[in-house]
């Protein structure tokens, strides 16, 4: 499978020309000599670069050389590999003089690296065109040629460790589509291995299920609130309610051994059997917890808590709230004896549970201020101590798996809701989900004193850094997952400053509704004096490669807080379908304190490596580098 690539913005241009020139013991390089000076010291031009150096050999101002580095401390000193190349000399001859003069095998590999890096005045030792040789003649599917000799000078101009790994990730991080068919191909590996624990199956096939399919917890959640409405509504018929029950023990939300009669009971008495964090009261459940605690010393506190809780609560509406401020009333006014404390509690999680059932279903992809959904705190009332993703998913996939006609109308329904009451706000949610749960900000995660060690731990990258040291894996989950690393691992290493200028590279697979879509997105600004990203000024490329439009290239200029829009696509009605759009658009981002200057569309041209299309803007900026207009 061949995959489209982008070139990087920051490093189109600025790396040869803000990258020093370093050179080490052993590198090969092709120098003109511009001056000579006492002691065999002489001028050395090499591309853009100069060099001082000392000659080992007396040598003539102006003939070009192929040169080695024999000794760097404590001067340069060069070893000339090579007469004088006469400008009637072809390329072809000087790489063939070198390879004999190198003792380098003559294989196709080495001579166009060899060519590449004289072509580019790079300097390049005999090892290292070695391994590059063995990379190149191992590429897998969907890498080329191009890519790897691109990838290899970036390692050697960036000064980037000198792995096969960091080379693999380099080419894989400019890909703009193939990143669904990666992770799809790494979950049929993983479904057909049978050489791993069950549990890590397990937590790598809910992390994946998350990341192909991130409106599933949503989806999950709505069917859970309908379930519940179900099971709570006194009008329903029993077989409905029986069925409902049914989909909450397959779904592992409440016991097997739970009746239609006592089900509320079960789910009160998982909360309250759990120790509560006293520090901690974010969920409903959390709450609960608190309440169930309630003794003669701590009751004008707990309640004054769970009041504050209550009054703070954005996702109840103004008459929940006073339904729940009733239940506390009544409760303050009666003698604190017996199992009152226990009532109160289980009157409050009743409560609670109708309460968010009824506003999952109505408040989509809304949050608290803890950021926190309506579907999260009714899980939170059914899980003890925390909000479980993994109970939305599993009641989302036990709907989705049922022959239960009642069921599957459910799940018709539910989906038919999530998909209607889709925004920018369920994009911007589904577009944070995948990249933490991909893991990209793993490393960065880890030096923080105050991040959670266990919720990183479940991220796809670092359980597949976890499996790929797992001897006993097959060989084809090991690719599949290797090769899923190396996508994860290039966004990293395409991503970094470089001076002022700051680069963020990410590629983002989503899928809604059979609907798949390979999103790459590319940014490219500078920092302020802080250290702070400045909003004022940026160049955004995003890369989409949709079901319908196809291929199509975003290129977004923001100057000023103005911002320009160019698209590229090659779909003849774009126009018609874009401008009812527009409006909407140049409002949300007036939102946001930035003035739409215009949107232009514009047609995607043939490119003639590779068979792939790029945009004619693009294209010149792959031969001509990048003007951010800073």
Same mark, same amino acid.
């Given at each position: 499978?061949t995959?489209?690539?982008?070139?990087?913005?920051?490093?189109?241009?600025?790396?040869?020309?803000? /990258?020093?020139?370093?050179?080490?013991?052993?590198?090969?390089?092709?120098?003109?000599?511009?001056?000579?000076?006492?002691?065999?010291m +002489?001028?050395?031009?090499?591309?853009?670069?100069?060099?001082?150096?000392?000659?080992?050999?007396?040598?003539?101002?102006?003939?070009?050389?192929?040169?080695?580095?024999?000794?760097?401390?404590?001067?340069?000193?060069?070893?000339?590999?090579?007469?004088?190349?006469?400008?009637s000399?072809?390329?072809?001859?000087?790489?063939?003089?070198?390879?004999?003069?190198? *003792?380098?095998?003559?294989?196709?590999?080495?001579?166009?690296i060899? #060519?590449?890096?004289?072509?580019?005045?790079?300097?390049?030792?005999?090892d290292q065109?070695?391994?590059?040789?063995?990379?190149?003649?191992?590429?897998?599917?969907?890498?080329t040629?191009?890519?790897?000799?691109?990838? %290899?000078?970036?390692?050697?101009?960036?000064?980037?460790?000198?792995?096969? &790994?960091?080379?693999?990730?380099?080419?894989?991080?400019?890909?703009?589509?193939?990143?669904? $068919?990666?992770?799809?191909?790494?979950?049929?590996?993983?479904?057909? &291995?049978?050489?791993?624990?069950?549990?890590?199956?397990?937590?790598l096939?809910?992390?994946?299920?998350?990341?192909?399919?991130?409106?599933?917890?949503?989806?999950?959640?709505?069917?859970?609130?309908?379930?519940?409405?179900?099971?709570? *509504?006194?009008?329903?018929?029993?077989?409905?309610?029986?069925?409902?029950? *049914?989909?909450?023990?397959?779904?592992?939300?409440?016991?097997?051994?739970?009746?239609? /009669?006592?089900?509320?009971s079960?789910?009160?008495?998982q909360?309250?059997?759990?120790?509560?964090?006293?520090?901690?009261?974010?969920?409903?459940?959390?709450?609960?917890?608190?309440?169930? !605690?309630?003794?003669?010393?701590?009751?004008?506190?707990?309640?004054?808590?769970?009041?504050?809780?209550?009054?703070?609560?954005?996702?109840?509406?103004? #008459?929940?709230?006073?339904? %729940?401020?009733?239940?506390?009333?009544?409760?303050?006014?009666?003698?604190? =004896?017996?199992?009152?404390?226990?009532?109160?509690?289980?009157?409050?999680?009743?409560?609670?549970?109708? $309460?968010?059932?009824?506003?999952?279903?109505?408040?989509?992809?809304?949050?608290d201020?803890?950021?926190?959904?309506?579907?999260?705190?009714? +899980?939170s009332?059914?899980?003890?101590?925390h909000?479980?993703?993994?109970?939305?998913?599993?009641?989302?996939?036990?709907?989705?798996?049922?022959?239960?006609?009642?069921?599957?109308?459910?799940?018709?329904?539910?989906?038919?809701?999530?998909?209607?009451?889709?925004?920018?706000?369920?994009?911007?949610?589904?577009? !944070?989900?995948?990249?933490?749960?991909?893991?990209?900000?793993?490393e960065?995660?880890?030096?923080?004193?105050?991040?959670?060690?266990?919720?990183?731990?479940?991220?796809?990258?670092?359980?597949?850094?976890?499996?790929?040291?797992?001897?006993?894996?097959?060989?084809?989950?090991?690719?599949?997952?290797?090769?899923?690393? +190396?996508? %994860?691992n290039?966004?990293?290493?395409?991503?970094? &400053?470089?001076?002022?200028?700051?680069?963020?590279?990410?590629?983002?697979?989503?899928?809604?509704f059979?609907?798949?879509?390979?999103?790459?997105?590319?940014?490219?600004?500078?920092?302020?004096?802080?250290?702070?990203i400045?909003?004022?000024?940026?160049?955004i490329?995003?890369?989409?490669?949709?079901?319908?439009?196809?291929?199509?290239v975003?290129?977004?200029? =923001?100057?000023?807080?103005?911002?320009?829009?160019?698209?590229?696509?090659?779909?003849?009605?774009?126009?018609?379908?874009? &401008?009812?759009?527009?409006?909407?658009?140049?409002?949300?981002?007036?939102?946001?304190?930035?003035?739409?200057?215009?949107?232009?569309?514009?047609?995607?041209?043939?490119?003639?490596?590779?068979?792939?299309?790029?945009?004619?803007?693009?294209?010149?900026?792959?031969?001509?580098?990048?003007?951010?207009?800073?």
């Open positions: 499978m995959y489209t690539s982008f070139n990087p913005i920051q490093t189109q241009t600025t790396v040869q020309q803000n /990258q020093p020139l370093t050179l080490k013991q052993g590198q090969v390089f092709h120098g003109t000599i511009k001056k000579l000076y006492p002691d065999q +002489a001028e050395i031009q090499i591309g853009s670069h100069k060099l001082f150096a000392k000659l080992e050999t007396p040598l003539k101002a102006g003939d070009s050389h192929f040169f080695q580095v024999s000794n760097m401390n404590p001067q340069a000193e060069l070893k000339v590999v090579s007469g004088p190349m006469s400008p000399l072809g390329q072809t001859q000087q790489i063939q003089q070198l390879l004999d003069v190198m *003792n380098l095998p003559k294989s196709t590999e080495i001579q166009q060899l #060519s590449h890096f004289v072509k580019q005045q790079i300097p390049i030792s005999k065109l070695l391994n590059a040789e063995v990379w190149i003649k191992n590429l897998s599917n969907g890498m040629k191009d890519e790897a000799m691109s990838a %290899l000078q970036k390692m050697i101009e960036l000064k980037m460790p000198y792995t096969n &790994e960091v080379f693999k990730a380099l080419i894989m991080g400019t890909k703009t589509s193939g990143m669904s $068919a990666s992770l799809q191909t790494f979950m049929q590996q993983l479904a057909n &291995e049978t050489n791993i624990e069950v549990q890590t199956k397990s937590n096939m809910q992390q994946l299920q998350q990341i192909t399919k991130p409106l599933e917890q949503e989806v999950g959640g709505v069917a859970l609130a309908r379930t519940l409405q179900v099971l709570t *509504n006194p009008s329903e018929t029993n077989a409905n309610k029986l069925q409902a029950l *049914n989909l909450m023990k397959e779904a592992g939300v409440i016991p097997k051994s739970a009746t239609v /009669q006592n089900w509320l079960h789910s009160f008495g909360i309250t059997s759990q120790n509560n964090d006293a520090t901690n009261q974010s969920t409903a459940g959390q709450l609960i917890q608190l309440i169930s !605690k309630i003794n003669g010393e701590n009751i004008s506190q707990t309640l004054n808590q769970v009041k504050s809780w209550i009054g703070d609560q954005q996702l109840l509406t103004a #008459s929940q709230k006073v339904e %729940l401020q009733q239940v506390i009333a009544r409760f303050e006014k009666l003698p604190h =004896v017996g199992n009152s404390s226990e009532l109160f509690a289980k009157q409050v999680h009743e409560q609670l549970m109708k $309460a968010f059932s009824t506003n999952a279903t109505s408040q989509l992809f809304t949050t201020q803890a950021g926190l959904s309506s579907k999260e705190h009714l +899980a009332l059914l899980q003890p101590n909000v479980n993703s993994a109970l939305l998913l599993n009641v989302a996939q036990k709907g989705n798996d049922s022959s239960q006609p009642p069921v599957q109308n459910m799940m018709l329904q539910v989906e038919a809701q999530v998909q209607d009451g889709i925004n920018r706000g369920a994009m911007e949610q589904a577009i !944070k989900s995948v990249l933490k749960d991909l893991g990209l900000s793993y960065a995660a880890l030096n923080q004193k105050e991040s959670n060690t266990q919720t990183i731990n479940q991220t796809l990258k670092p359980q597949l850094l976890s499996l790929l040291q797992d001897p006993v894996i097959s060989q084809g989950l090991r690719e599949s997952a290797d090769h899923l690393m +190396a996508r %994860l290039g966004m990293q290493l395409l991503s970094g &400053e470089n001076g002022h200028q700051h680069q963020i590279v990410m590629q983002i697979p989503l899928q809604f059979g609907k798949q879509m390979d999103a790459t997105l590319q940014w490219n600004g500078r920092m302020k004096e802080d250290g702070k400045d909003s004022n000024y940026a160049r490329l995003f890369y989409l490669d949709m079901d319908s439009l196809n291929e199509t975003i290129d977004m200029h =923001v100057q000023n807080r103005i911002v320009t829009i160019t698209v590229f696509n090659e779909n003849e009605h774009l126009n018609l379908l874009a &401008e009812p759009l527009k409006a909407s658009l140049k409002e949300g981002l007036r939102e946001k304190e930035y003035q739409l200057s215009g949107v232009f569309l514009k047609p995607m041209i043939p490119k003639q490596s590779h068979g792939k299309t790029i945009p004619i803007q693009q294209k010149n900026l792959q031969q001509t580098g990048v003007d951010i207009r800073i």
